[in-house]
Nanobody, 128 residues
Framework: QVQLVESGGGSVQAGGSLRLSCVVS????????MGWFRQAPGKEREGVAA???????TYAHSVKGRFTVSQDNAKNTLYLQMNSLKPEDTAMYSC??????????????????????WGQGTQVTVSS
């Protein structure tokens, strides 16, 4: 059973930084596609970043240059380093996983439904 557990959320002032972690267990394949998504109250879920087992990455335009997605395979952990945070980054952040390498569709970050495995989320609040 694949399980994802996020941590690292919190409250910061605008311009600050946070690093989110997502520990993955029960996943034995060497091929994977991992994504970070966020959802603010009253808004639709938004794709933030994705990375796959080939090391390919993609970012939403709104976070490009500020956020960095990475992975530590030895620790089975996905990270999202968030710098220069803005109040509009405030949301519940969740990690998600798909078996196999990222496809064009998953890399687009437009189809969260393609990711069958999800964590419970961690809240990020950025104050101005």
């Amino acid at each position: 059973q694949v399980q994802l557990v996020e941590s690292g959320g919190g409250s910061v002032q605008a311009g600050g930084s946070l690093r989110l972690s997502c520990v993955v267990s029960g996943y034995t394949s060497s091929n994977y596609c991992m994504g970070w998504f966020r959802q603010a109250p009253g808004k639709e879920r938004e794709g933030v970043a994705a990375i796959d087992s080939d090391g390919r990455t993609t970012y939403a335009h709104s976070v490009k240059g500020r956020f960095t997605v990475s992975q530590d395979n030895a620790k089975n952990t996905l990270y999202l380093q968030m710098n220069s945070l803005k109040p509009e980054d405030t949301a519940m952040y969740s990690c998600a996983a798909e078996l196999g390498r990222c496809s064009v569709a998953t890399m687009s970050l437009q189809f969260p439904g393609l990711f069958p495995y999800w964590g419970q989320g961690t809240q990020v609040t950025v104050s101005s």
